[in-house]
């Protein structure tokens, strides 16, 4: 389910009483891939309900640059809302979901292995009330970046 934050804020505290372990992640999630699904499957695993939060167009371009993200944020949302692991979504408009973190206190923050824990974006807040942070090893050897680069080339080929 596609929520706003205010809405995202009142279903979990719902969830919470009912005993429920929040797990939460977050990115771009440009051009969904078999990372993505690897991934978001995984981290799903780790509690009862993952809560995704994305990027919104505007923080990509900061991120990413101008030329990204390649699909808009109502198909990224729709697409990862039609995922099986993944039980909500979240578009946020700043550049890290640090006040998301914040405000839902998730039991698990989640985020890929390429990242070292001191370099993830809210683990002091979630280690602060004894929470957990999880680093997902990569099982496919995939990105959005290398998927463009791959298109691009492939494209340029065809060109010549």
């Known amino acids: 389910m596609i929520l706003s934050l205010e809405e ?7 969830e919470k009483k009912k005993g429920k372990k929040i797990v939460f992640t977050n990115g771009c999630f440009d ?10 499957r995984r981290a ?7 809560v995704v939060g994305i990027n ?5 371009k900061r991120i990413k640059g101008e030329k990204r993200p390649i699909i808009p944020e109502s198909m990224r949302a729709y697409l990862l809302d039609s995922l099986k692991p993944v039980d909500y ?3 946020f408009h700043e550049d890290t979901p640090e006040k998301i973190i914040k405000l839902i206190k998730p039991h698990i ?3 890929g292995s390429d990242w070292k824990t001191e370099e993830i974006v809210g683990a002091d807040t979630v280690l602060s009330y004894g929470g957990r942070v999880e680093r997902i090893e990569f099982f496919f ?20």
């Open 109 to 111: 923050l989640v985020k």
């Open 56 to 60: 919104s167009d505007q923080s990509v």
């Open 8 to 14: 995202l804020l009142e279903v979990i505290e719902n």
């Open 44 to 50: 799903k695993e780790l509690g009862d309900v993952l």
């Open 141 to 160: 050897n995939v990105s959005t970046s290398k998927i463009i680069d791959r298109i691009l080339s492939s494209y340029r080929e065809c060109s010549r």
């Open 89 to 91: 979504v979240v578009i």
């Open 31 to 40: 051009i969904l891939h078999a990372g993505h699904a690897y991934y978001l």
